[in-house]
């Protein structure tokens, strides 16, 4: 299929990336159809929708009339049948569970032609495992959009050992036609390659609480106010470059053998989950945590989440000049 040949995309789960990634498409005057089988849950998202458009009025970047066009794109479906008919693509988006997925993929492929190109935004499960028991395994890809989906620009698109070229291009197309900043993940590994990176930083960070070597806050702060600031405009291999590979190479020749690297997760994140302190949704974790708190902290990261997009666009733009 063609990327011009999409006009209807469907999206499978309403919750925390769902709603964001529907108004991705339909702010771009795409027709999404939106399907939730929580009522609850699926009748929350034009709201959630329509906040979302809010802030980025108040930050002059949309107008009063695109709100109104974004949200008349968007069907709410209360069955998947309902959703699958008259839809190019669909994007998955529930839980992370792979039982759950490879069974939606199953409906989705009895549901639709054998054209529709059927889309996971799984954050770490293999497309491979979610696709093969499929007779049209081809046709799917994964599309890791990062929340908040609607303000980050990234999305890895991942392409299985199934994996059709053309339909691999296609969505590549298909994100950098709704302002996107599509990444090719050209082996289906877990984790791809953003949660692999984080990740490492994570079992690293954890690793030096655990071993009292410093606070969470004081490790939140050399990522914030260290090394953090740039990596929004320079990634680890140009800081690598512009060090100097001799001087990274001798660093790495006594620094690695002292970082964690450990193949099990961490016991401190076992007790911590053991003792039901799995951070924001039970208000403890790491840090205590108030509803107040959590609301400004989430409103100041898209703010300047926002903020920081709109700079690297700038930049961009000057570079192309």
Same mark, same amino acid.
């Given at each position: 299929m063609k990327v011009e040949e999409i006009r209807a995309i469907g999206v499978i789960g309403a919750g925390l990336m769902g709603h964001g990634i529907a108004q991705v498409f339909a702010l771009k005057r795409y027709k999404v159809k939106l399907f939730d089988n929580d009522p609850n849950v699926l009748q929350s998202a034009p709201e959630k929708i329509h906040n979302n458009l809010q802030t980025l009025l108040e930050m002059h970047l949309v107008e009063p009339q695109e709100i109104e066009d974004c949200l008349n794109h968007l069907q709410l479906c209360h069955t998947l049948p309902e959703m699958c008919e008259g839809v190019e693509l669909t994007i998955e988006a529930v839980s992370e569970n792979v039982d759950l997925k490879r069974a939606i993929f199953l409906e989705l492929e009895r549901l639709? &032609? &054998?054209?529709?190109?059927?889309?996971?935004?799984? $954050? !770490?499960?293999? *497309?491979?495992?979610? $696709? +093969?028991?499929l007779q049209f395994k081809e046709r799917v890809v994964g599309t890791h959009f990062w929340n908040p989906p609607h303000i980050v620009p990234c999305v890895e698109v991942i392409k299985s050992q199934f994996a059709d070229d053309e339909v691999f291009h296609t969505v590549i197309e298909?994100? +950098?036609?709704? #302002?996107k900043k599509p990444v090719q993940v050209l082996k289906? *590994? &877990?984790?791809?390659? !953003?949660?692999? =990176?984080?990740?490492? =930083?994570?079992? +690293?960070?954890?690793? =030096?609480? +655990?071993? !009292?070597?410093?606070? &969470?806050?004081? *490790?939140?702060?050399?990522?914030?106010?260290?090394? #953090? =600031?740039?990596? $929004?405009?320079?990634?680890?291999?140009?800081?690598?470059?512009?060090? #100097?590979?001799d001087l990274v190479y001798d660093i790495h020749k006594y620094l690695f053998s002292d970082l964690e690297n450990r193949s099990t997760p961490s016991p401190l994140l076992k007790t911590l989950v053991d003792q039901k302190a799995t951070g924001v949704k039970a208000k403890k974790g790491f840090y205590h945590w108030t509803d107040e708190r959590i609301k400004q902290i989430i409103q100041q990261r898209d703010k300047a989440l926002l903020k920081i997009t709109e700079v690297i666009k700038g930049l961009n733009r000057e570079n192309k000049q």
């Open positions: 639709t &032609p &054998p054209q529709t190109i059927l889309c996971s935004n799984t $954050s !770490g499960i293999s *497309i491979g495992l979610i $696709s +093969e028991k298909l994100m +950098e036609r709704v #302002g289906d *590994i &877990p984790g791809f390659l !953003g949660n692999r =990176l984080q990740h490492a =930083l994570w079992r +690293e960070a954890i690793s =030096l609480v +655990e071993k !009292g070597i410093a606070t &969470p806050e004081d *490790i939140d702060r050399v990522v914030k106010y260290g090394f #953090g =600031l740039r990596l $929004s405009f320079i990634g680890p291999l140009e800081t690598a470059d512009l060090a #100097g590979l």
